[in-house]
Nanobody
Framework: QVQLVESGGGLVQAGGSLRLSCAAS????????MGWFRQAPGKEREFVAR???????YYADSVKGRFTISRDNAKNTVYLQMNSLKPEDTAVYFC??????????????????WGQGTQVTVSS
């Protein structure tokens, strides 16, 4: 099991940027593929981005070209740089850890550990 703590959320105007961080502790970070998900009010949690333990990267179509996922294994941290934010990006953003699967994994149930989430609000 790995413990995850997100930070970096906040209120930003449309067109602005935010960088989310997710700090991991408890197990060897390099063994995990990491994902970002988001959940807007009244909606299901949805996949945003993923970086595998071998640094393969995948994005949801809705964020491709605007968001960038990266990881710093020396700091046990995964990041989500969000640019050109839109009001529809408003959600609670969660990071998640997957010790098992490879490739493009987008299903919530395939991630073993989750952070508590950080709120991102984009005003129009």
């Amino acid at each position: 099991q790995v413990q995850l703590v997100e930070s970096g959320g906040g209120l930003v105007q449309a067109g602005g940027s935010l960088r989310l961080s997710c700090a991991a502790s408890g197990r060897t970070f390099t063994r995990y593929s990491m994902g970002w998900f988001r959940q807007a009010p009244g909606k299901e949690r949805e996949f945003v981005a993923r970086i595998t333990r071998y640094d393969s990267i995948y994005y949801a179509d809705s964020v491709k070209g605007r968001f960038t996922i990266s990881r710093d294994n020396a700091k046990n941290t995964v990041y989500l740089q969000m640019n050109s934010l839109k009001p529809e990006d408003t959600a609670v953003y969660f990071c998640a850890a997957d010790p098992v699967y490879m490739g493009r994994v987008v299903a919530v149930h395939e991630y073993a550990d989750w952070g508590q989430g950080t709120q991102v609000t984009v005003s129009s």
